[in-house]
């Protein structure tokens, strides 16, 4: 990735604690309390299971070992700590090797409602509860296999997959429709509007999933609901590249969005 970014990673001491200032603490509590304030009720409840297990501190960042040995016991996943921004080899082979990568940074108060980086808070509350989850786990790390040996043009398509799943996908459930996906469940404003009447939400469908372009600095004027998790490893079992090569062929279908401004516009 080429894009740079003004955030710096923190590094573990020789014991492997991240030391964090307390205005980081205090970022992180504020986020927490807010979102835990929202959440009930609107998202699946695999996430509130895996939630409940993590057992994540509220007035603190979480120390990665922590949340590494919730992951190994339940579903044989772990974190790895990484710079803000990674490369898509590196992202893909950490995932195939079942490691979520989670940047060892937080947002600053002034962007506390928006970064275009995935920092620790997005990583670990809106990610590692899901992967607590065998399907979802299962579904996470086929993916990071697929990206590792697809080519530049596959994984673009592969990128559309894993946004309208993993980052923001939506499950239909006896209770009603709920999130799952972690750019939802870490952004107030995306949990309340993923779920009103103003995005179209359409069944999940890979193939059109594939072909959906997306923007990821506006908040989502399209879900896609999967009927279960068990959609997911159904999914996993599938030849997804065979459908990346269909999707390709048919091309992209009309952004339901409008373009982004040029710098200087």
């Known amino acids: 990735m080429a894009k740079q970014t003004k955030y710096q990673a923190h590094h573990p001491d020789a014991d492997g604690i991240i030391h964090y200032s307390e205005t980081e603490n205090a970022t992180w509590q504020t986020l927490m309390e807010r979102q835990m304030a929202i959440i009930e009720g609107r998202v699946c409840q695999e996430y509130l299971d895996g939630l409940e297990r993590l ?8 120390q990665l070992a922590d949340v590494d040995r919730v992951l190994q016991a339940t579903t044989g996943w772990c974190t790895a700590p990484v710079p803000a921004l990674i490369p898509f080899n590196t992202f893909f082979e950490l995932l195939a090797n079942r490691r979520f990568p989670v940047a060892t ?22 990610h590692c509860p899901m992967l607590t989850n065998p399907a979802f786990a299962e579904f996470t790390e086929t993916y990071g296999k697929l990206g590792l040996a697809a080519s530049k043009e596959e994984r ?4 559309r997959l894993y946004w309208m799943t993993v980052e923001f ?6 209770q009603g429709r709920r999130i799952y996906g972690g750019g939802i469940i870490s952004s107030p404003r995306e949990t309340f509007h993923a779920l ?3 995005p179209a939400h359409h069944p999940f469908d ?15 004027p399209l879900y896609y609901v999967i009927d279960g998790l068990e959609t997911l490893h159904e ?13 390709m062929a048919l091309g992209l279908y009309a952004p339901t969005f409008e373009p982004r401004q040029a710098a200087g516009a």
């Open 55 to 62: 057992a994540l501190p509220m007035e603190r960042i979480p």
């Open 105 to 126: 940074f937080i947002r600053t108060p002034e962007e506390l409602d928006y970064l275009q980086e995935p920092d620790i808070f997005h990583e670990i509350f809106g």
């Open 156 to 159: 673009v398509y592969l990128a």
């Open 169 to 174: 996908g939506l499950v239909d459930t006896p």
């Open 196 to 198: 009103s009447e103003v």
């Open 206 to 220: 890979p193939l059109d999933a594939l072909r959906t372009p997306y923007r990821i600095d506006i908040l989502q």
């Open 235 to 247: 999914l996993a079992g599938r030849d997804i590249m065979a459908l990346v090569h269909e999707a």
